[in-house]
């Protein structure tokens, strides 16, 4: 377990070994969050490294990654736990079978620890061995407000509780953090818990570094053309802008076809990388992708 670092600038190198490129505000914000004990709070679009950003310090510090994924219709039994009602039902037919059974023995057996199925609240509510574990909650837009309700006190005194064992806090705070990639807005009263950050898609010098971190095998010329080009991508009218993931996968799949400078036909073989939606893809063929690499290269003659 590594200790938590002493400055921003100990945070920026320490992600900087994880292969993650940081901006300044980003790394405060992220130093203070570990210092203060503070959950923190990720908003931004989707592939600009949000997740990234817990995964990179989970193993930097040397703590497990707890993940709790959030979707439609989370509630807080799913979140926390549940009971494994099949090894339970084996327990009560092998009582039903035994002579001599004490039965309020066999309750107090079925509901302990034997039987408890830990989720991701709770498992980064208990002991650790590596010390305090990182807790992702990402994209917790996607569920609803009484998740939101129940989160916030779960956050607010670092415990859970099962009716049937009772309150379980947790010996150690969980490193927290909070993704969103606001398709709606989060409750006002969960956010002022966390520090704040909006991730935003990165300028061409931060995303030329974080593609040499990422891709280190492209040269450099084709990185300029692979980065400039999704930035002037990212002006256009489209149902999903590429994120930073969208560039780096981009640029893998371009290492993987031997590619050596950007051309119309390459960038149509290859929109699926960048691009997730169909009619994304059919606005950008043809001579829409054409004059979108001869806009990006004319920028790069005035970078």
């Known amino acids: ?101 004490d039965r309020e023995a066999l309750t107090d057996e079925l509901f302990s620890d034997r039987f408890l199925i830990r989720r991701p609240l709770l498992e980064a509510m208990s002991p650790q061995a590596g010390g305090a574990p990182v807790l992702l909650i990402d994209e917790l837009d996607r569920t609803d407000e009484p998740f939101e309700a129940f989160l916030l006190e779960a956050l607010s005194d670092y415990q859970v509780t099962i009716p049937e064992l009772g309150t379980i806090n947790a010996p150690e705070p969980p490193i927290v953090i909070l993704t969103s990639n606001r398709t709606r ?51 256009e009218d489209l149902f999903k802008k590429p994120g930073v993931a969208e560039t780096i996968d981009w640029a893998k799949c371009l290492l993987a076809l031997d590619t050596i400078t950007l051309s119309p036909e390459v960038i149509a073989d290859t929109l699926g990388a960048i691009l997730k939606y169909q009619d994304d893809i059919q606005r950008l063929a043809g001579s829409e992708a054409v004059k979108i690499l001869e806009d990006s290269r004319k920028a790069l003659e005035g970078v």
């Open 1 to 101: 377990m590594t200790q938590l670092p002493e400055s921003i600038d100990g945070v920026e190198r320490m992600l900087a070994d994880q292969n993650y490129v940081v901006g300044r505000a980003l790394a405060t914000v992220t130093y203070l969050a570990l210092t203060l004990g503070r959950p923190l709070f990720l908003e931004g679009e989707a592939g600009v490294g949000k997740t990234e950003l817990a995964k990179a310090l989970a193993a930097a510090l040397g703590r497990r990654l707890i993940r709790l994924q959030c979707y439609e219709g989370l509630d807080a039994s799913s979140a926390v736990y549940e009971w494994n009602f099949p090894a339970q039902m084996v327990a009560i037919r092998t009582a039903e079978v035994t002579e001599g059974t």
């Open 185 to 235: 807005e989060v409750h006002d009263a969960l956010k002022r818990r966390c520090l704040y950050h909006w991730v935003d898609y990165p300028n061409f010098d931060r995303e030329m570094e974080i593609l040499a971190a990422r891709a280190p095998e492209a040269s450099d010329a084709l990185s300029r053309e692979i980065v400039a080009f999704v930035q002037r991508l990212r002006t």
